[in-house]
């Protein structure tokens, strides 16, 4: 069918999909002052998941209720974990650091990242489909790859995408060539001895080189990227989140030409993240907005985290659910209770604008249990 024709359809008012999705708290009350990042996996090997924010590991009970074992591993505000050597176990990488999960919810260090530029954000995805997870290294100014060679040593080719340490990027292959391309969305300008921050996308080949080609969007703020199959025609579609614009959708033509559907859902739109939430074969969106106040004081204020229906074709509708009332930094799905349903994991972060420099605030942690009925 005509995207022209979809996009109309769209804008006929539809009420049937509303209602079709809720949400309850699992009934903790955690507060946090210092989460700007959330990983969930299962840490203990129980069979559910666990929790990595404020820089300590929660246990699962599996009911979705979680437990401070009180342990820390990293100091860094943005650490990530994958299985970087292929034993099964997630492991963590802090700024330039690996270290590796001993099985029984400790962390022990292995060895530095070498690279020619500060690592203090990592982002870690299979560049080269070896089943290993490779390094997007980033420092203040710049970024590069670094392939895994199996036992969790990083190579770097000294190949940037244009990124930087504040970057987000989406990796899959868009164009249908067996061939991971990689997505480089930037959150706003980078400081003033660089071009200006165009998003781009990389067309990955056979020699493991990447292709840029510039993807340009009005007042460029992207916060969140992610290659998914919104309208189920079996290829990756674009969606991210700009804070000047909102949630956008842009359609894969399968052969890696992306196309804007038009749609704006929510404003000044921060991080996100995407599930099939009411479990009818489709990809929903959670969408935070509004990270900071009207006053220009960030992380202040923040307005109720919404979840966007898919109607089937890659357009979305307002469920009408409305989900805490704080500047969610991190958000992160996954089935926390073990019903086969998707529920949500957030983290916010507050500053007190009246200081010099701004002091954290107390949050709360919301935890939403997915209680739908579908």
């Given at each position: 069918?005509?995207?022209?024709?979809?996009?109309l359809?769209?804008?006929?008012?539809?009420?049937?999909a509303?209602?079709?999705?809720?949400?309850?708290?699992?009934?903790?009350?955690?507060k946090s002052n210092?989460?700007?990042?959330?990983?969930?996996?299962?840490?203990?090997?129980?069979?559910?998941?666990?929790?990595?924010?404020e820089?300590?590991?929660?246990?699962?009970?599996?009911?979705?209720?979680?437990?401070?074992?009180g342990?820390?591993?990293?100091k860094?505000?943005?650490?990530?974990?994958?299985?970087?050597?292929?034993?099964g176990?997630?492991?963590?990488?802090?700024?330039?650091?690996?270290f590796?999960?001993?099985?029984?919810?400790?962390?022990?260090?292995?060895?530095?990242?070498?690279?020619?530029?500060?690592?203090?954000?990592a982002?870690?995805?299979d560049?080269?489909?070896?089943?290993?997870?490779?390094?997007?290294?980033c420092?203040?100014?710049?970024?590069?790859?670094l392939?895994?060679?199996?036992?969790?040593v990083?190579?770097?080719?000294?190949d940037?995408?244009?990124?930087?340490?504040?970057c987000?990027y989406?990796?899959?292959?868009?164009?249908?060539?067996?061939?991971?391309?990689?997505?480089?969305?930037?959150?706003?300008?980078p400081?003033?001895?660089?071009?200006?921050?165009i998003n781009?996308?990389?067309?990955?080949?056979?020699?493991?080189?990447?292709?840029?080609?510039?993807?340009?969007?009005d007042?460029?703020?992207?916060?969140?990227?992610?290659?998914?199959?919104?309208?189920?025609?079996?290829?990756?579609?674009?969606?991210?989140?700009?804070?000047?614009?909102?949630?956008?959708?842009?359609?894969?033509?399968?052969?890696?030409?992306?196309?804007?559907?038009?749609?704006?859902?929510?404003?000044?739109?921060?991080?996100?993240?995407?599930?099939?939430?009411d479990?009818?074969?489709?990809?929903?969106?959670f969408?935070?907005?509004d990270?900071?106040?009207?006053?220009?004081?960030?992380?202040?204020?923040?307005?109720a985290n919404?979840v966007?229906?898919?109607n089937?074709?890659?357009?979305?509708?307002?469920?009408?659910?409305?989900?805490?009332?704080?500047?969610?930094?991190?958000?992160?799905?996954?089935?926390?209770?073990?019903?086969?349903?998707?529920?949500?994991f957030?983290?916010?972060?507050g500053?007190?604008?009246?200081?010099?420099?701004?002091t954290?605030?107390?949050c709360?942690?919301?935890?939403?249990?997915?209680?739908?009925?579908?």
């Amino acid at each position: 069918m005509n995207k022209l024709i979809l996009i109309l359809i769209a804008l006929i008012p539809v009420n049937t999909a509303l209602g079709q999705v809720s949400f309850i708290g699992n009934g903790q009350n955690i507060k946090s002052n210092n989460s700007w990042y959330l990983h969930l996996s299962d840490f203990d090997k129980d069979g559910d998941l666990d929790a990595y924010f404020e820089n300590a590991l929660w246990t699962n009970n599996g009911k979705g209720e979680f437990k401070n074992t009180g342990k820390r591993f990293t100091k860094s505000y943005f650490p990530n974990f994958a299985d970087v050597n292929n034993d099964g176990l997630d492991d963590i990488i802090e700024n330039d650091s690996i270290f590796l999960n001993k099985g029984d919810l400790s962390f022990t260090f292995y060895k530095h990242i070498e690279c020619d530029i500060p690592v203090v954000a990592a982002h870690l995805y299979d560049l080269n489909n070896d089943q290993l997870p490779d390094l997007i290294a980033c420092s203040a100014y710049s970024d590069r790859i670094l392939i895994n060679n199996g036992d969790g040593v990083f190579v770097n080719t000294g190949d940037s995408l244009g990124g930087w340490g504040q970057c987000d990027y989406a990796v899959g292959d868009i164009n249908g060539d067996g061939y991971v391309d990689i997505y480089t969305g930037i959150p706003h300008n980078p400081p003033p001895v660089f071009d200006p921050g165009i998003n781009k996308i990389w067309y990955g080949s056979k020699q493991g080189k990447f292709t840029p080609k510039e993807h340009h969007l009005d007042k460029n703020e992207t916060r969140s990227v992610f290659f998914v199959d919104v309208d189920l025609d079996k290829d990756l579609d674009l969606f991210l989140t700009d804070r000047s614009f909102g949630g956008r959708i842009f359609f894969n033509d399968g052969k890696g030409n992306l196309t804007d559907s038009g749609q704006k859902l929510g404003e000044f739109v921060g991080v996100a993240n995407v599930a099939d939430f009411d479990n009818d074969g489709d990809i929903d969106l959670f969408i935070c907005e509004d990270q900071g106040s009207a006053d220009g004081t960030a992380f202040s204020k923040g307005k109720a985290n919404k979840v966007w229906l898919n109607n089937g074709n890659g357009f979305f509708m307002d469920s009408g659910l409305r989900l805490g009332n704080s500047s969610t930094m991190s958000v992160a799905v996954g089935d926390l209770n073990l019903d086969k349903k998707m529920d949500v994991f957030a983290v916010n972060v507050g500053m007190d604008g009246s200081t010099q420099p701004p002091t954290p605030l107390t949050c709360d942690v919301e935890i939403w249990i997915n209680n739908s009925q579908k």
